[in-house]
T-cell receptor, first 113, second 113 residues
Framework: ETGVTQTPRHLVMGMTNKKSLKCEQHLGHNAMYWYKQSAKKPLELMFVYNFKEQTENNSVPSRFSPECPNSSHLFLHLHTLQPEDSALYLCASSPIGNNQPQHFGDGTRLSIL | DQQVKQNSPSLSVQEGRISILNCDYTNSMFDYFLWYKKYPAEGPTFLIS?????DKNEDGRFTVFLNKSAKHLSLHIVPSQPGDSAVYFC????????????FGKGTKLTVNP
């Protein structure tokens, strides 16, 4: 059983739709992350939040908009996505500090029509 | 250019034998290394880690070896079990930015009964 829960598990949307991905962690961590995994590519870090503050934006297009209302919840708001944005989106959390492993949710499989 | 490379997309071993998964990196600033295991339809699960001040870390059947001069690390699983069949990801981070994990593409391990 994972301490990081992502919803929905699967999402199909058109390019003009607006949707949101949700992540919730029950591990008491203060850092949260969004990753993207495309087919045949390694996981790519998108955003990092420490104590609700964004500390990393890895050159992600503005059609992806993260939100972190508190240390336990993380959202990824999606609008006007492109077909190449179809991927597995993974959320992770960790304690803040050096050499702390990140714990992942099971991901949202996103398909853009 | 990939900073973390797992050159073997797949590996097949017999139950009870040793599995050796390899990982190479190019960034000499990396000083913390992790292995994750991923089953289908699940998120990556943290397995074992090692910091650059060590050359070996052991946890039960899993041992990670680090060769800093060769920029190479390996994960040994002994004895291998069918339940170990999964995709294994190598990841690395720098001390100054330890939340920024850089992942390899993964190696799919199949342990045959």
């Amino acid at each position: 059983e994972t301490g990081v829960t992502q919803t929905p598990r699967h999402l199909v949307m058109g390019m003009t739709n607006k949707k949101s991905l949700k992540c919730e962690q029950h591990l008491g961590h203060n850092a949260m992350y969004w990753y993207k995994q495309s087919a045949k590519k390694p996981l790519e870090l998108m955003f990092v939040y420490n104590f609700k503050e964004q500390t990393e934006n890895n050159s992600v297009p503005s059609r992806f908009s993260p939100e972190c209302p508190n240390s336990s919840h993380l959202f990824l708001h999606l609008h006007t996505l492109q077909p190449e944005d179809s991927a597995l989106y993974l959320c992770a959390s960790s304690p803040i500090g050096n050499n702390q492993p990140q714990h992942f949710g099971d991901g949202t499989r996103l398909s853009i029509l | 250019d990939q900073q973390v490379k797992q050159n073997s997309p797949s590996l097949s071993v017999q139950e009870g034998r040793i599995s050796i998964l390899n990982c190479d990196y190019t960034n000499s600033m990396f000083d913390y290394f992790l292995w994750y295991k991923k089953y289908p339809a699940e998120g990556p699960t943290f397995l074992i880690s090692i910091s650059s001040i060590k050359d070996k870390n052991e946890d039960g059947r899993f041992t990670v070896f680090l060769n800093k001069s060769a920029k190479h690390l390996s994960l040994h699983i002994v004895p291998s079990q069918p339940g170990d069949s999964a995709v294994y990801f190598c990841a690395a981070s720098e001390l100054s930015g330890s939340e920024k994990l850089v992942f390899g593409k993964g190696t799919k391990l199949t342990v045959n009964p």
